[in-house]
């Protein structure tokens, strides 16, 4: 969902220009090379190839998607959507992934998420990418009112790799060294007024990581570690929130706490959409058992919060 972060950037005259933009990229045609259905999580995924080189071939790529809407499977206990479509633009001499976006509701079907691929991607980079996983993250979830983006992007930036280490796709450990490295950039700066009136890249982002991050570690320890963000969010999806719905933010947080059994969601939403919310990170990683050891981390089992921890990113 990248390019609707241009609304927060400069404000509502952009949003008109976003959306016709939007409109007139759906009405143009794209030639589809070649077409192949992956099947994943009780759903058909409808990948579609524009014309153009990959020198991977169109299977390699087609195998990342699957191993993509796996990991959000594994993690939402189902596909979210029964029926979705990737389409993916290759790009001359370029490498990696880049501009994903996600829509729903498009031609048909409940979620649509566009990709770039660039030709001279390699299997390694291709097995390491992040981008299709964050991008179909987004159709487990409602789409929300433009003062609540951080919500969805900061979800998809934080289920993201959790999803990847419980299907066994990543180790724990990087993903918790990535969470030290980058959970920063979501502290409040000055004149923050909260998270619904502060549209930055790093709030938008990593903000809304590290509201999921401390709702996680909250519902985990109010519930004796029965329950986490997990069971919120596949309750928010079963209930019919995904991205083909609109919904307003307080309906997915109020079906999120009634899943728990608590208040967390609606509690900390109340505080932090309207306030900067500072968070004492190298506390909570001492609490957790993250440990920095040069450029990784070691864990720490016998810190207070090392149970919670383990259940964020057990293996499903």
């Known amino acids: 969902m990248a ?11 952009v949003v008109l220009l976003v959306v016709v933009a939007h409109a007139l990229q759906f009405r143009r045609d794209v030639k589809v090379e070649s077409t192949r259905n992956v099947s ?47 389409l993916i633009l290759p790009v001359r001499d370029r490498h990696g992934l880049f501009r994903g976006t996600t829509w729903g ?12 691929v660039g030709q001279q991607t390699t299997a390694k980079e291709l097995a390491e990418d992040w981008m299709m996983t964050h991008e179909l993250t987004h159709m487990a979830f ?6 609540n983006h951080w919500m969805e992007e900061g979800l998809a930036t934080y289920v993201e790799p959790i999803a990847r280490v419980e299907a066994g796709q990543l180790d724990a450990k990087t993903i918790w060294r990535e969470m030290m490295d980058g959970m920063p950039k979501g502290e409040p700066e000055a004149g923050d007024q909260g998270l619904d009136r502060t549209h930055t890249w790093g709030r938008t982002y990593w903000g809304g990581a590290l509201f999921c991050l401390v709702a996680d570690v909250e519902i985990r320890k109010e519930t004796k570690n029965r329950k986490g963000l997990q069971d919120a969010l596949r309750a ?5 929130g995904t991205i083909d719905q609109d919904w307003p933010i307080e309906r997915a947080l109020e079906v999120g706490d009634r899943a728990t059994g608590t208040h967390v969601l609606r509690e900390m939403y109340a505080r932090w959409s309207v306030e900067p919310v500072n968070v004492d990170l190298a506390a909570l990683w001492r609490e957790l058992g993250v440990r920095r050891v040069g450029d990784l981390v070691e864990f720490e089992g016998k810190a207070p919060l090392a149970g919670v921890r383990e259940g964020i990113t057990a293996r499903r």
């Open 3 to 13: 390019d609707k972060r241009l609304w927060v950037v400069v404000g509502s005259a």
């Open 40 to 86: 994943v999580g009780g759903a058909t995924i409808q990948v579609d190839f524009a014309e153009g080189p990959l020198d991977l071939g169109t299977e390699a790529v087609a195998g990342r998607v699957k191993d993509a809407a796996s990991a959000v499977a594994v993690y939402y206990g189902r596909f979210p959507v029964s029926r979705a479509r990737m």
């Open 105 to 116: 509701g498009v031609g048909g079907f409940p979620g649509f998420t566009r990709i770039s």
């Open 142 to 147: 409602p789409n929300l009112p433009d003062e």
């Open 236 to 240: 928010i999806a079963a209930a019919g």
